[in-house]
T-cell receptor, first 111, second 113 residues
Framework: EPEVTQTPSHQVTQMGQEVILRCVPI?????FYWYRQILGQKVEFLVS????????KSEIFDDQFSVERPDGSNFTLKIRSTKLEDSAMYFC?????????FGPGTRLLVL | AQSVAQPEDQVNVAEGNPLTVKCTYS??????LFWYVQYPNRGLQFLLK??????LVKGSYGFEAEFNKSQTSFHLKKPSALVSDSALYFC???????????FGDGTTLTVKP
């Protein structure tokens, strides 16, 4: 059964450093998303991406964040200058129609 | 705007008993409703969805949910709980014309032997 994959599973970085989180969505899906979950809190929407552009973004998704689909398979989330409060689990999701399927997540720890 | 409420932080049931995890929602258009389960240190696993049609939907692992438009609810149910059902459950809603999902705060289900 096809699934969304994410790398790395864990990342530790210093405050102010750039990080890139990678996702491989399900191959025939056209809609891509990033969500995050701060430890013990709810899952929050960051951004949605369709047809090579951002279709919607939340207040969290400020100028420090960017997304890219550099080739036909990968979908990346870049945080330019990480802050302590960026520490969270980041989930990628993709959908072909109604259902969003989530990857296993990347746990980001900013020190 | 869309929102989801899961009024219970925690639900405890004995193995073999029926379980219900509650969810109410608010959307401006037609709702797409979902339940996801999250095991410790794992991702969000899709359980079931309501898009249209029959109000009672069946999903993975014996779970089902009933869409109630008048009460704007979508409660998750299972006739006989298993210890292995213990996990964090999230209800989510999407407006049929929107992309993003909005999640509830989650309900921790604990099934005791």
């Amino acid at each position: 059964e096809p699934e969304v994959t994410q790398t790395p599973s864990h990342q530790v970085t210093q405050m102010g450093q750039e990080v890139i989180l990678r996702c491989v969505p399900i191959s025939n899906h056209l809609y891509f998303y990033w969500y995050r979950q701060i430890l013990g809190q709810k899952v929050e929407f960051l951004v949605s991406f369709y047809n090579n552009e951002i279709s919607e973004k939340s207040e969290i998704f400020d100028d420090q964040f960017s997304v890219e689909r550099p080739d036909g398979s990968n979908f990346t989330l870049k945080i330019r200058s990480t802050k302590l409060e960026d520490s969270a689990m980041y989930f990628c999701a993709s959908s072909g129609s109604e259902t969003q399927y989530f990857g296993p997540g990347t746990r980001l720890l900013v020190l | 705007a869309q929102s989801v409420a899961q009024p219970e932080d925690q639900v405890n049931v004995a193995e073999g008993n029926p379980l219900t995890v509650k969810c109410t929602y608010s959307v401006s258009g037609n709702p797409y409703l979902f339940w996801y389960v999250q095991y410790p240190n794992r991702g969000l696993q899709f359980l079931l969805k309501y898009i249209t049609g029959d109000n009672l939907v069946k999903g993975s692992y014996g779970f089902e949910a009933e869409f109630n438009k008048s009460q704007t609810s979508f409660h998750l149910k299972k006739p006989s709980a298993l210890v292995s059902d213990s996990a964090l459950y999230f209800c989510a809603v999407r407006d049929a014309n929107a992309g993003k999902s909005t999640f509830g705060d989650g309900t921790t289900l604990t099934v005791k032997p």
